[in-house]
């Protein structure tokens, strides 16, 4: 039998499957209510907008939505996406967008062009786990910054930035999600939103800005995306369609400085030539319709109901001393719990009651957060949202009382 521990690479070596894969498993038996995954909710798909589109393109272009296609992108779909983002305040041109399959490969493509083995980047504390999982196969080493209520914690990035100097480190890029955030939901507002460009123009680092939920938002005043504050060429955007038309297609768009791009794609031509052009062709006439901006209402009047009905429940099932931040958009509730509980205890026993959520400490890089987990509230169906809150609020008063009990305990035993 071969020995693959000889054969494999470094980089494979460091690679690990993710455990929460393995948890999101268990979440998917049936009668389970999970609040785990942060997928899009089906009755969200434009099925049968889609179904036309597709008609459309196999009638009018056959002989290019099923050809292959250039590395960078269709044509049509890069033009109406710049203009889509001129629309919504930033200066974009086509030569500094790609179309990449998902958000995901950005952040793989990014990595693969920015990062050696020992290189560090910047993080905020809690952070998407799909980034960190991508950044930590290019074997770089991650530096983290409080998120708060208010997104990343300025001052602390500051200070991180001044210690890597004084190390005489310079971080290649700093990541954030500014706008509800996953997995806390919160956004940064708009006067940190200019401290952390100039922070980043001090310093001199990049800053990825992911957004894949910015056009998502029920409540209060869009905050300007980091992209249209910038005027150094600093910041590099990913958006994606996955939240806003179907996850299934793949496609999302990654704008930058035209000489980061083309490196992009280049490293993006040897890892899968194109992105599916199909996909591509589906979505530049779901926007170039008119289709995306009616969708959006849609979605948006369906996930805020999903999110006060969550909000709600929560007020009403969850103990005192659960605290939460309410979200203005996006998909994601975060909820910290008192210091003596552990969510990743906890997971068995709300699962034994049927009812799922992810283990905050997941989205960290470093060991924290066990007290913390993160709910989706868009994948749920009204009733399951109310039913699955009401059982995972008795699961989390049980656990409360129990450790409340043994930390007693502890207390008089002499
Ligand atoms: C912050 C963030 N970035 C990137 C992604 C990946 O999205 P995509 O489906 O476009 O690969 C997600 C998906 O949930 C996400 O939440």
Known sequence: MVDYSHIFSERAHGMKASEIRELLKLTQRPGVISFAGGLPNPDAFPKE????????????????????????????????????????????????????????????????????????????????????????????????????????????????????????????????????????????????RKKLLEIASKYDVLVVEDSPYSYLRYEGEPQPHLMSLDKEERVVRLQTFSKILAPGFRIAWTVGPAKLIDKMVIAKQATDL?????????????????????????????????????????????????????PEGGMFIWVTLPEYINTREMFEKALQKNVAYVVGDAFYVENEGYNTMRLNFSHSSEEEIKEGIERLGKVIKQEISEKKGKLRETLITP
């Open 49 to 192: 907008t889609t179904r036309e589109i597709i008609n459309e393109l196999l009638d009018e272009m056959p002989e290019k939505v099923l050809q292959y296609g250039s590395t960078e992108g269709v044509p049509e779909l890069r033009e109406v996406l710049a203009k889509n983002m001129q629309d919504r305040g930033m200066k974009v041109k086509k030569n500094q967008i790609m179309i990449t399959h998902g958000s995901q490969q950005a952040l793989d493509l990014l990595s693969k062009v920015l990062l050696d083995p020992g290189d560090t980047i910047v993080v905020g504390s809690p952070t998407y786990l799909g980034a960190t999982g991508a950044f930590r196969a290019f074997q770089c080493r991650m530096e983290t910054v409080p998120v708060r209520e208010n997104g990343m914690d300025m001052d602390a990035l500051d200070s991180k930035l001044k210690e890597l100097d004084k190390e005489g480190k310079k971080p290649k890029f700093i990541y954030t999600v500014p706008t509800f955030q996953n997995p806390s939901g919160v956004t940064i507002p708009g006067d940190k």
């Open 274 to 326: 194109c992105t599916n052009p199909f996909g591509q062709y589906v979505a530049w006439k779901y926007i170039a319709s008119g289709a995306l901006d009616e969708h959006l209402e849609k979605i948006k009047k369906l996930y805020n109901e999903k999110r006060l009905t969550m909000l709600e429940a929560m007020d009403e099932h969850f103990p005192e001393e659960a605290k939460w931040k309410r």
